[in-house]
């Protein structure tokens, strides 16, 4: 049985999708549960594209323990450093630089000719190895490519000390079928190919990223690329819970498999969707809400009468048990911190006393705590960011003869301001509320609100996202109240935009 390498790429192609970008304490707590989930590689980012990329890379490096960290970089010199510099004081670490390949990105993008890529592909696969051992290399639109030309790069980088070659089908344009040929050209026809581990890399355009890489496995590939929810670059890449539940479950006939905890799974893609604010579709393999849900009464019938009938996968397996009680209201610090543990965090005593707060009060108003409850809770007090603006009150009027208005009370700085605005519902009266006491003029893109568990006396987890300036940034607000959920969320967007104003 083969073990393939699982390379986790959302903190860096996943973050290329529209909209999706992340703050530098979101990425740390990603690549946390990233870590917890057990992949082998984090693309923690593009050093040299942002301060901020930079700054979470080498964050990752300091506080993330062990997977290998990767920087991305172009094959340029001033890449590779930077990218160096963000990654050297991780235990384990990885430069990944690229060069494309095809005669279209060549001719029309970077006006070089083939024999100009395939010397500086060598030559700063060379520079990057003078500076790190474990050196990656893509040659981007690989599968758009000549394959002779293709191998002869390989071969080249491998001698110049790539220890894996990646195979992008950058815009994912292969089929199965072809992108296993070539994986098995490359095999046979690049010879040093054993002194590097093949690694793929798809995107989904034709909605066959995950197929094309478990083919390229079938041929010899040892690597996977690929990223939570299969977000990234136009319409995503591989999904890491696609990829890695077709090998587990088929072993069998992959005789392959991966070294994830695959219990992790479902908390992985819940936070990648809080922290993007990009859902899942319901019917999406593995982590959709339809998942596992049976409709058909003769599949629920099959169901009853034995799992195997209608289930190929356990749920349990994927960390999708019905909602786990954990606490109450009866529960102390103790027993909350504990249970914050085995979730895999571990606050600061400040955190943990802010954090217990809001438990204590949320168990004053809902009978049974779910440990999405207290993912909520310590998503908003424990990964938060410095406040300019909070909450003290909120109360609201509306219904069907009323018209619906909203008076806040919110804290800006040291001081205190207190207006009443009005609106076409209760949420859009408390947003022109907040907007008229902060002055703020950022435009809200999106509004999304869900049940955290089930029942009307549940928490509800409201997501918006607010551009100013060009910035996209979101915010969270979870309560039992959806309208106080609702301005929480929105005055967590504009503390955000505030923050990246003063230079994060
Ligand atoms: O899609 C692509 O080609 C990439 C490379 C940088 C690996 O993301
Ligand atoms: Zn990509």
């Not at 591989?238 to 539940?245: D, G, R």
């Not at 990964?383 to 208005?405: F, K, N, W």
């Amino acid at each position: 049985m083969r073990t393939i390498r699982i390379f986790d790429t959302t903190l860096r192609d996943g973050e290329q999708s529209p909209g999706a970008s992340m703050t530098v304490d979101e990425k740390v707590q990603l690549a946390r549960q990233l870590a917890r989930l057990g992949v082998d590689i984090i693309e923690a980012g593009f050093a040299i594209s942002s301060p901020g990329d930079f700054e979470s890379i080498k964050r990752i490096c300091g506080e993330v323990e062990g997977p290998i960290i990767c920087s991305l970089s172009r094959a340029k010199e001033e890449d590779i450093k930077r990218a160096w510099e963000a990654i050297k004081d991780a235990p384990r670490r990885r430069i990944h630089t690229f060069h494309s390949t095809s005669d279209i990105h060549l001719k029309y993008q970077f006006r070089v000719s083939r024999d100009e890529a395939l010397k500086r592909s060598a030559e700063m696969v060379k520079f990057a190895r003078s500076l790190e051992e474990d050196v990656e290399f893509s040659p981007m639109d690989a599968t758009r490519s000549d394959p002779f030309f293709l191998c002869e790069v390989i071969e080249a980088v491998i001698s110049a000390g790539a220890s894996t070659v990646n195979i992008p089908d950058t815009v994912g344009y292969t089929t199965p079928d072809e992108f296993g040929i070539l994986i098995k050209t490359i095999r046979e026809k690049v010879s040093n190919i054993n002194m590097s581990v093949i690694s793929v890399h798809c995107h989904n355009d034709l909605g066959l990223a995950v197929a094309n890489s478990l083919s390229a496995v079938i041929n010899g590939a040892g690597q996977i690329e690929c990223t939570i929810n299969g977000i990234g670059e136009r319409a995503g890449n591989c999904s890491l819970e696609e990829v890695v539940m077709g090998l587990r479950t088929r072993r069998d006939f992959f005789n392959a498999d991966t070294s994830i905890r695959t219990e992790e799974i479902m908390r992985s893609s819940r936070l990648v969707t809080k922290i993007t604010g990009i859902p899942v579709q319901p019917n999406k393999a593995i982590v959709g809400a339809n998942a596992f849900a049976h409709e058909a009464g003769i599949h629920q019938d099959g169901l009853l009468k034995e799992k195997t009938t209608y289930e190929i996968i356990r749920p349990e397996s994927i960390g999708l048990q019905s909602a786990r009680l954990v606490l109450g209201k009866h529960s102390g610090r103790h027993a909350f911190k504990e249970r914050l543990k085995d979730m895999g965090y571990e606050p600061s005593p400040e955190e943990l006393e802010k954090a217990f707060e809001r438990f204590k009060h949320l168990a004053d108003q809902k009978k049974e705590i779910f440990d999405e409850d207290i993912e909520a809770i310590v998503s908003e007090e424990v990964y938060s960011i410095p406040e300019i603006y909070s909450l003290s009150d909120l109360y609201v009027e509306g219904g069907t003869s009323r018209r619906p208005s909203a008076t806040l009370k919110l804290r800006i700085g040291e001081k205190t301001v207190e207006k009443t605005g009005f609106g076409d519902g209760p949420v859009d009266a408390t947003y022109k509320t907040i907007v008229d006491i902060t002055g703020t003029k950022s435009k809200l893109l999106s509004y999304n609100v869900k049940g955290i568990t089930g029942g009307t006396e549940a928490m509800g987890e409201v997501s918006v996202s607010l551009e100013e300036d060009g910035r996209t940034v979101r915010g969270y607000g979870a309560d039992t109240d959806i309208i106080v959920a609702s301005a929480k969320a929105y005055i967590n967007a504009l503390n955000k935009l505030a923050y990246l104003k003063i230079g994060r």
